[in-house]
């Protein structure tokens, strides 16, 4: 295995790291700024305020985007299986 493999399977494997978490960790970062706003602005200081609606959207946006999140995770693992032999020899 030279060293150019080693660098695109870690390559590929954050990239597809990132396209997995990066939609979740956006919608949590959207909905904790807009929930922090409104929690300044009201002086209303619950911890558990701006829990609720992240655990909410973050699970829905886990859901409806499930279908594409697996796509690239099978699209990734078939990929490195069929690499497989390249890495041996």
Avoid: C, N
């Avoid at 009201?42 to 946006?61: D, H, N, Y």
């Avoid at 990734?76 to 390249?86: F, H, K, N, S, V």
Wanted: charged share 10%.
């Amino acid at each position: 295995m030279s060293h150019q493999m080693v660098i695109d399977l870690s390559r590929d494997a954050i990239i597809t790291a990132l396209m997995v978490a990066a939609p979740m960790l956006l919608i949590a970062l959207g909905v904790g700024l807009l929930v922090s706003v409104i929690q300044s602005v009201t002086q209303i200081q619950e911890q558990t305020l701006a829990f609720v609606p992240k655990l909410v959207l973050v699970g829905g946006a886990f859901i409806v985007g499930m279908p594409w999140l697996l796509q690239v995770l099978i699209r990734y693992t078939t990929q490195l299986i069929r690499g497989i032999p390249a890495m041996v020899a």
